[in-house]
C-alpha cells in the first residue's frame, strides 16, 4: 500500500500576546513607538540614507528596554512565547538558553514595503503587532526550499498550504509570530491610509 508523509517541517508560532502573563497595553506601547520614533534623530537620519519608508530603531537604539518600562515587560512576555516555541521545535539547547538579543521598532509608512529577508547570527526571530490598519500588508513567507525547485511547475493556485511556495499571515493587532531566523520573509506593500506598526526581535543561542 502506497504511503506519502510530509518531511522536514517548517514551523510558525502565532498567539495573542497576553497568553502569558499581565496583557500589554497597546494603546502605551503604540505612544512609546511613536515617542521614540519622534525623538530618535539619529534612526530617522539612517531612514531617510537607506531609503526605510517611514521609521525603524534598528539602526539606532539597543536599549529600549532601559527607555521605557512596557518594552522590558514586553520582553518579559516574549520570553515566555520563546520558550513554549522551544519546546514545539524540540531543539536540545545543551545547557544554554536562547536570549534577547535585538529589539527594535517598525513604523511602516502607506506604499511602504520591506523587502525579503532572513536574519542571520539567531535561532528564532518574530514580530508582535501594535497596529494593523485595514488594508495593511500581511507578512508573507517563502518556501525555503524554492531556489532548489529549479525545473519544477509552479503550484497550483488551490495547493494545500504546506505545499505552498509562499504564505502570506495577517496578524490582528496583539498578535506575536515567530519562526527560525533562517525563514526567509518580506513585508508587501503597505495599501493602508495609516502607517503599521510593530516590533521585532531576534534571540541568539547564548
Known sequence: MSQ????????????????????IDREEL????????????????????????????????????????????????LDLHVAAFLEDLEFDLDGRKLVLDDLWINILAPDGTHGSHIHPHSVISGTTYVTMPEDASAIKFEDPRHAMMMAAPPRRK??????????????????????????????????????RISVSFNYRWD
Open 158 to 195: 488551490d495547493a494545500r498550504r504546506e505545499l505552498r511556495s509562499f504564505i502570506y499571515v495577517a496578524p490582528e493587532p496583539g498578535e506575536v509570530l515567530l519562526w527560525e531566523s533562517w525563514l526567509r520573509h518580506e513585508v508587501p506593500m503597505n495599501r493602508s491610509e495609516d502607517e
Open 4 to 23: 506519502i508523509e510530509s518531511l522536514f517541517a517548517t514551523r510558525l508560532y502565532r498567539a495573542a500576546l497576553s497568553e502569558f502573563g499581565p496583557a
Open 30 to 77: 503604540e505612544g512609546s513607538c511613536w515617542s521614540i520614533a519622534e525623538d530618535d534623530e539619529a534612526g530617522q537620519d539612517w531612514c531617510e540614507e537607506n531609503g526605510y519608508p517611514g521609521y525603524t530603531s534598528y539602526a539606532s537604539l539597543t536599549d529600549l528596554g532601559w527607555r521605557f518600562p512596557i518594552f522590558k515587560d514586553l520582553t518579559k512576555a
